[in-house]
């Protein structure tokens, strides 16, 4: 289960930090991501960080967004930086979640994805 949390009103030029965080037995996370639905478009990846901590922001995004996570709480974290009206949207984390399962083969991954329900924020001018 993912749930995210951090959204909220504020003005155009601030500051959020967004967290994500999972929980669950049984199944380990290679990646987590963000992404966000704003008014008039699909839905977009935002950022990306796998459990090496290798992160990656969108080209468009890079300077005002930055993912990060604390491993020992399961939480990934989205900052976002110089806040403008068209940042408004739903912002939701999703996992790319793995256990082993066998084979006469051996042992191999099982992937399964998992999305939170999502956080609003909202920029005014």
């Known amino acids: 289960q993912l749930v995210e949390s951090g959204g909220g009103s504020v003005q155009a030029g601030g500051s959020l930090i967004l967290s994500c965080e999972a929980s669950?037995?049984?199944?380990?996370?290679?990646?987590m991501g963000w992404y966000r639905r704003t008014t008039g478009k699909e839905r977009e990846l935002i950022a990306t960080?796998?459990?090496?901590?290798?992160?990656n922001v969108r080209d468009s995004l890079k300077g005002r967004f930055a993912i990060f996570r604390d491993a020992a709480k399961n939480t990934t974290f989205l900052q976002i930086n110089n806040l403008k009206p068209e940042d408004t949207g739903n912002y939701s984390c999703?996992?790319?979640?793995?256990?082993?399962?066998?084979?006469?083969?051996?042992?191999?991954?099982?992937?399964?994805?998992?999305w939170g329900q999502g956080t609003l924020v909202t920029v005014s001018s």
């Open positions: 669950g037995s049984g199944f380990s996370i290679s990646s």
């Open positions: 960080i796998t459990s090496e901590d290798s992160a």
């Open positions: 999703n996992a790319m979640c793995y256990d082993y399962a066998f084979d006469d083969s051996g042992s191999y991954r099982r992937y399964l994805e998992v």
